[in-house]
């Protein structure tokens, strides 16, 4: 059907962009490769030195989130302070090397005795649907691991793949479904996570304190999805989806086809999806998620984690498969 229309409007010589397209399409055409670089080599630029939670890089990272969303026409969610939701971090003095702690119970005790404290930030904005009492969230962490000054020669963790590729995503789809011009059937939620590299804790502190967290419908979750875990095959995803939901694995099928995106997808259906990303943060509240990850590589966690490296096409149609499985997620009935 689509071709069909395409090959009118050539006919006609409509210029396709005025066409009457469907919201969706309209959506899934904002997303393309440039944005995609633009947004990748900006968040793992030697400048922001590896966006460490609560350095500065990351807090520029925040700022520059906040205001595309702005940019965008996408409304903070409410009970941000203008994107930003703002938390407290703790945990023991290095020596001792205990984990960083979000819970207000976790943190009146660590205050008790020398501890260390990091303020931190989600960056979260909304589309209200129409179904007011309903919401799905898409979500991926801005933060990374810093650099080591100690290092001999490269000293900064750039994180192009982990995760800037995946807040790349997070960042077009958010503008895709502003740019589709529909309201959408549930209350769409774009986050972006603080404090990942750390312990999940953007995501664990929104799921603790989320006054409406048993009306969360589904969470999907990018961590790094522009590599090649093997050269041999670059067209390979990982699809994790919770199990008892098969559809999610279905509509990805579907997708692949109807749109001729260039994905060959490891469907991994998954009883309890609870590790790996902030799809875990999720997982615990059992709320259904969709988590997009392309593989470890030997960059992971290392200094090389250069954009350069990223395989572009491949980022951009996972982005393209994400979009549309957010639109089903927002305005399917059921699932
Ligand atoms: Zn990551």
């Not at 006919?11 to 396709?16: D, H, N, Y």
């Not at 590729?165 to 479904?177: N, T, W």
Request: one cysteine or more; glycine letters at 10%; proline letters at 5%.
């Amino acid at each position: 059907m689509r071709k069909v229309l395409l090959g009118i409007a050539c006919i006609l010589g409509t210029s396709v962009g005025t066409f009457a397209q469907s919201p969706k399409e309209k959506g899934l055409q904002s997303i393309n490769q440039d944005k995609a670089e633009a947004i990748v080599e900006f968040l793992a630029d030697d400048e922001l030195l590896g966006r460490e939670a609560g350095q500065p890089g990351s807090r520029i990272v925040a700022r520059y989130l906040a205001s595309e969303l702005k940019e965008a026409g996408i409304a903070p969610l409410p009970g941000t302070m203008a994107y930003y939701q703002p938390f407290e971090a703790c945990a023991v003095e290095r020596q001792q090397k205990g984990r960083w702690q979000v819970h207000p119970d976790s943190l009146a005790r660590l205050k008790q005795g020398t501890h260390r404290s990091l303020k931190l930030n989600n960056i979260l904005g909304w589309i209200p649907g129409e179904r007011t009492d309903e919401y799905v969230i898409i979500g991926a962490h801005f933060d990374h691991i810093g650099y080591d000054p100690t290092l001999a020669g490269d000293q900064i963790y750039n994180g192009a793949d982990d995760n800037a590729s995946g807040v790349s995503a997070a960042l077009q789809i958010a503008r895709a479904f502003a740019a589709s011009g529909k309201k959408p059937l549930r209350n769409v939620i774009f986050a972006f996570w603080d404090g990942e590299e750390k312990g999940l804790l953007g995501s664990k502190y929104f799921v603790q304190t989320c006054p409406f967290v048993k009306q969360i419908k589904g969470y999907l979750n990018f961590d790094m999805i522009g590599r090649n875990n093997n050269p041999d095959r670059p067209r390979h995803v990982v699809y994790f989806y919770t199990e008892s939901h098969p559809a999610f694995g279905q509509w990805l099928k579907d997708d692949i086809k109807e749109y001729g995106l260039k994905l060959e997808p490891d469907y991994r259906a998954w009883d309890r999806p609870i590790g790996g990303s902030d799809n875990g943060s999720f997982a615990l509240q059992e709320i259904p998620i969709i988590w997009y990850h392309t593989d470890g590589h030997p960059d992971y966690h290392q200094p090389g984690d250069h954009a350069e490296r990223i395989n572009w096409e491949k980022l951009t149609d996972i982005t393209r498969a994400a979009f549309l499985n957010m639109w089903n997620l927002a305005n399917e009935k059921t699932y």
